[in-house]
């Protein structure tokens, strides 16, 4: 089983940055692929960003794409989400979540089987 806990939102002016934390327990880390979801009130939980269990590979939704980095690193059981030129749009609890299958299934949300408490971002216009 693993645990994961988010850490880094917070309120930003549009245009800023912020970088997103999930620091996850257990000693199989490497053995998960890794994503990020975000929730707007009213709306689904969506896929921001995912990345492969250690070969670096990375998925990105489009509306993300070229503002938002996923890495990790498996020796400290942590993966980030580097978010560069926020929007308003970008406003949502982000979650953290872990997924044992292969990463060519990861944007299907209902394969994650971990999940985090989840951390609120801000972007004001």
């Known amino acids: 089983q693993v645990q994961l806990v988010e850490s880094g939102g917070g309120s930003v002016q549009a245009g800023g940055s912020l970088r997103l934390s999930c620091a996850a327990s257990?000693?199989?880390?490497?053995?998960?692929?890794m994503g990020w979801f975000r929730q707007a009130p009213g709306k689904e939980r969506d896929l921001v960003a995912a990345?492969?269990?250690?070969?670096?590979?990375?998925y990105y939704a489009d509306s993300v794409k070229g503002r938002f980095t996923i890495s990790r690193d498996n020796a400290k059981n942590l993966v980030y989400l580097q978010m560069n030129s926020l929007k308003p749009e970008d406003t949502a609890v982000y979650f953290c979540?872990?997924?044992?299958?292969?990463?060519?299934?990861?944007?299907?949300?209902?394969?994650?089987?971990?999940w985090g408490q989840g951390t609120q971002v801000t972007v004001s216009s």
């Open positions: 979540a872990a997924d044992q299958r292969t990463f060519a299934r990861a944007t299907m949300r209902e394969n994650y089987d971990y």
């Open positions: 257990g000693r199989t880390f490497s053995r998960y692929v």
């Open positions: 990345i492969s269990k250690s070969d670096g590979n990375t």
